[in-house]
């Protein structure tokens, strides 16, 4: 399993930006995807969630600014990002709950995270 996010770069605030999360391999089904960031110094913290059946969940500080979607294919989740502040600078981390399958044990349950995706936004 993969997952591939793009996307992020250096931005003004008050920009935007666009983040997308590929999720490719053996996947037999996604439950949930995600966005999480830590920023320098901190603890990583969830941005957006978006599950199976549609219901969204927002960190407070992202409210109102940014919006997640799942494409149809349930596969590739968006981050879309409006208003950047410099506070919003962070690596942006893509995260599945998936079921995947093992020729060894069969279909089972995991997480999974991306590499990351840097998001710097200054003057």
């Known amino acids: 399993v993969e997952l591939n996010e793009s996307g992020g770069g250096d931005v003004q605030p008050g920009g935007s930006l666009r983040l997308s999360c590929i999720a490719s391999?053996?996947?037999?089904?996604?439950?949930?995807m995600a966005w999480h960031r830590q920023a320098p110094g901190k603890a990583r913290e969830l941005v957006a969630q978006?599950?199976?059946?549609?219901?969204?969940n927002y960190a407070e500080s992202v409210k109102g600014r940014f919006t997640i979607s799942r494409d149809s294919d349930g596969k590739t989740v968006f981050l879309q990002m409006n208003s950047l502040t410099p506070e919003d600078t962070a690596v942006y981390y893509c995260?599945?709950?998936?079921?995947?399958?093992?020729?060894?044990?069969?279909?089972?349950?995991?997480?999974?995270w991306g590499q990351g995706t840097r998001v710097d936004v200054s003057p």
């Open positions: 978006i599950t199976n059946d549609g219901r969204i």
């Open positions: 391999g053996s996947i037999v089904s996604i439950k949930e």
């Open positions: 995260y599945a709950d998936l079921r995947t399958v093992s020729e060894y044990i069969g279909e089972y349950d995991t997480d999974w």
